[in-house]
């Protein structure tokens, strides 16, 4: 089993940074590739981001290259996901999975999930 939990949103103004903390206890952390999702209400959950287990091979959904960065860091068990020029266009709960598939942009592949964290941009 993994545990995951995110933490670091709230409210912020358009054009704002927020930065995404997931925190990952269990079994080991470094074998898993993380990604980043977000969910509206009424949609599907969508792929934002994802870093395989060594954190070079790193993924973005289109609308957030430029923006949005993925890290990770193995020692503390922790991904994380910066967020620059916010739009309100991006204000969704944000999850943090993990996987060991090599399909990366769909939420079928993982297996585990965070309770997700609500990031809201406002006009």
């Known amino acids: 089993q993994v545990q995951l939990v995110e933490s670091g949103g709230g409210l912020v103004q358009a054009g704002g940074s927020l930065r995404l903390s997931c925190a990952a206890s269990g079994r080991i952390f470094s074998s898993y590739t993380m990604g980043w999702f977000r969910q509206v209400p009424g949609k599907e959950r969508e792929f934002v981001a994802a870093?395989?287990?060594?954190?070079?091979?790193?993924y973005y959904v289109d609308i957030v290259k430029g923006r949005f960065t993925i890290s990770r860091d193995n020692a503390k068990n922790t991904v994380y996901l910066q967020m620059n020029s916010l739009k309100p266009e991006d204000t969704a709960v944000y999850y943090c999975?993990?996987?060991?598939?090599?399909?990366?942009?769909?939420?079928?592949?993982?297996?585990?999930w965070g309770q997700g964290t609500q990031v809201t941009v406002s006009s």
């Open positions: 870093i395989r287990e060594s954190g070079v091979n790193i």
């Open positions: 999975a993990a996987t060991r598939s090599w399909k990366l942009g769909s939420s079928e592949s993982y297996d585990y």
